[in-house]
Structures are given as structure tokens and as C-alpha cells.
């Protein structure tokens, strides 16, 4: 996805690239500082003693990544995103998990936090209520599609289906990340992953 470059292309020009990523950098830290403005003024309100409270993003962004500059892909700089709750008296508070979760689990996680019943026959997402009370306990899988690609997270692994031509896993401790397609070392991972995957294109078909 093209933005406004001002005539300028930051995969040809390194010095353009660097002053877009300090903009990016300056626009998180300036969103950072007003999340504390409210976070104090809620706790200066004693709200913070009944206040749950969620900040995410839905996607992150690539900043030169894949030659890329934008949110519209299926690698991981642009699907994964910011996620942190607090509620009062959490068993961890300010403890930090790499467990993988998807932003349609933030609604029953909601609704169990709050007393709520959660209408099952309309849900897609899982609570996290589990995570939030143990930081050690594991994750699921995140799907995530677009224009007639899917992708899902399942641990370290991605697995990425190009339509009909053909998919690829990737390793993302691995020093080649999202470059290197290491399918043919895991097929059981993908085997697994690719039931998953499946399914999950199934229920979107749905809707």
C-alpha cells in the first residue's frame, strides 16, 4: 500500500527510509505518553480499582521489511500487533507472555473478566483469562488472510498458503525468519498446521 512519500521512494532512498522510520518511532512514542496520561488519571480517580483496561493495535507495519512500507501483507511485521490488559487484582501484574492469540479473543476475555455471559453460537475467539492469570501457559493459533492468501501462527512457526500457488512454512527463531521456506524440514508441522489452516478458511467462508 503506497502513502503519501512526497515524490520519494525509500527503497531507493536510504536517508528518506531512516526519517520515515523516526516518524513512526515519534508517532508510538507520542501515542505512548497520552496512554499514560489516562492510565494516571485513572488511577488519580481510584477508577483504576474497578477499570479494565485493553490497548492493541489492529496490525503492525512494515518498515522496509520484505522491501515493504505498509500494513497490507501476510508477514509477521504486519500481523503481529500491541496487546496488554489490566484489571485489578491480576495475579502478574506487568508480566509479558509470547503466547500466540488472536484480537477476536478480546471479547470473551472481556466478557469473563466482567461477569458477562458470552454468546457461544456467535463466537469465534477464546478467552485469555487462562493467560492473564499465568503468564507460563500456552497460546493457540492467530489466522489471518488477505486478497486470497491465508496465513496462521501456531508457536514459532507460520505457515502461509499462496492460493493455489502452493505455501510455505517459516521458522521464526531461525536467523532467515519470513526468507527462508523450511516446509520440506517439519512436514509433520505442516501437516498439523495445515488441518488448522483449513478450517479456519472454512468458518471465514461462512461469514
Request: hydrophobic letters at 40%; aromatic letters at 8%; charged letters at 25%.
Amino acid at each position: 500500500m503506497k502513502y503519501n512519500r512526497w515524490g520519494k521512494n525509500p527503497l531507493q532512498d536510504e536517508a528518506f527510509a531512516e526519517l520515515v522510520r523516526r516518524h513512526y518511532a515519534a508517532c508510538v512514542s507520542y501515542v505512548d505518553a497520552q496512554v499514560g496520561k489516562i492510565l494516571n488519571m485513572l488511577k488519580a480517580s481510584g477508577a483504576d480499582k474497578n477499570t479494565v483496561v485493553v490497548l492493541w493495535g489492529d496490525h503492525g507495519w512494515n518498515l522496509g521489511e520484505h522491501a515493504m512500507w505498509g500494513k497490507h501483507n501476510l508477514y509477521e511485521e504486519a500481523l503481529r500487533s500491541p496487546l496488554l490488559i489490566a484489571y485489578p487484582d491480576m495475579p502478574e501484574p506487568g508480566a509479558s507472555t509470547d503466547a500466540v492469540v488472536e484480537t477476536v479473543d478480546i471479547f470473551p476475555t472481556l466478557a469473563k473478566l466482567v461477569g458477562l455471559p458470552v454468546p457461544d453460537e456467535l463466537l469465534h475467539g477464546q478467552s485469555m483469562l487462562k493467560l492473564l492469570n499465568d503468564s507460563n501457559e500456552q497460546g493457540d493459533t492467530a489466522y489471518s488472510y488477505w486478497r486470497g492468501k491465508h496465513t496462521l501462527r501456531m508457536g514459532n512457526f507460520r505457515l502461509t498458503r499462496f492460493g493455489n500457488k502452493g505455501l510455505a512454512l517459516y521458522d521464526l527463531t531461525s536467523k532467515e525468519k519470513e526468507t527462508k521456506d523450511v516446509a520440506e524440514k517439519h512436514p509433520e508441522v505442516v501437516e498439523k498446521m495445515l488441518a488448522i489452516l483449513k478450517s479456519k478458511m472454512k468458518l471465514n467462508e461462512k461469514f
